[in-house]
């Protein structure tokens, strides 16, 4: 199956800037969907944006207007452009794919965001 490996996660001033990356070992057009999640300490884990095969994003609200995400079907990657970060923005953010349906079930190892006031 699909494996997925993010990376771009670090330590980040509000107000600055991440792009974070995740490269899939197959055609990223294969899948029916991907998104990026994230999971702050002692939270459930939830969605901020998708990219459906089609290329239709969704966002969550709380990222809307600061957060891209995009993806290269060339290099088989998704990017999630992170812009005017804020400390809540800090959890692992997690890639993953809904290879058939509508349900995530692949999932990447996580990278820390953390963005400091």
């Known amino acids: 199956q699909v494996q997925l490996v993010e990376s771009g996660g670090g330590l980040v001033q509000a107000g600055g800037s991440l792009r974070l990356s995740c490269a899939a070992s197959e055609r990223i057009f294969s899948l029916n969907a991907m998104g990026w999640y994230r999971q702050a300490p002692g939270k459930q884990r939830d969605m901020v944006a998708s990219?459906?095969?089609?290329?239709?994003?969704n966002y969550v609200d709380s990222v809307k207007d600061r957060f891209t995400i995009s993806r290269s079907l060339v290099k088989n990657t998704m990017y999630l452009q992170m812009n005017s970060l804020k400390p809540e923005d800090t959890a692992v953010y997690y890639c993953?794919?809904?290879?058939?349906?509508?349900?995530?079930?692949?999932w990447g190892q996580g990278t820390q965001v953390t963005v400091s006031s």
């Open positions: 993953a794919a809904a290879r058939i349906d509508s349900r995530y079930d692949v």
């Open positions: 990219i459906t095969r089609g290329g239709i994003t």
